[in-house]
């Protein structure tokens, strides 16, 4: 897991012996991404650190813009709403993982609340980047999940799947 976040850019991570020690500490599930016609895990998903006001956070790590951003970020949203009673599920970005994740687009944008906004937080790839927390609610995702899902697995394509 280590040396897949630090292939994806997560930022300065600590050393491996501290990573070890705290690994999977607050993580409630873990994913590892693959992409079509990939060989190995092109990202990983984590959903972490539950609070009792119903927030969890998820964590998205993906390896290029051309991945499987958008669908990542939707499975695990729905993942999450799916498996417990949550009002939210935030999410961070640094500048760079907005493309990556697909946030730019106006599949994912109508869901995304963004909460605060930190001024060159993150130092990553050389150089530091604003991040971005946004909020995704229950009742937005409830709203337009059905949109998504059918959007990014059109409902011919899973009825061929099924036939198969």
Do not use: C
Not at 95 to 107: F, M, N, Q, R
Not at 119 to 132: E, I, K, M, N, Y
């Amino acid at each position: 897991m280590y040396e897949l976040l630090v292939r994806f850019g997560s930022g300065v991570l600590p050393t491996l012996e501290t990573f070890l020690d705290g690994f999977g500490h607050g993580a409630m599930a873990q994913f590892l991404v693959h992409g079509a016609g990939e060989a190995g895990p092109v990202g990983v998903a984590t959903l972490r650190d539950f609070n009792p006001a119903g927030h969890v956070a998820a964590e998205l790590k993906l390896g290029s813009a051309s991945g499987p951003g958008q669908e990542t970020v939707a499975l695990v949203v729905n993942y999450a709403f799916a498996m417990w009673n949550l009002r939210k599920i935030y999410l961070h970005a640094a500048e760079d993982e907005h493309d990556v994740l697909g946030l730019t687009g106006p599949l994912l944008q109508p869901l995304l609340d963004r909460e605060a906004l930190l001024p060159r937080h993150v130092f990553a790839r050389g150089r530091h980047q604003d991040l971005s927390i946004y909020a995704i609610h229950r009742n937005t995702w409830e709203k337009h999940a059905a949109n998504v899902l059918e959007a990014l697995a059109p409902a011919q394509e899973r009825e061929h799947e099924h036939d198969a």
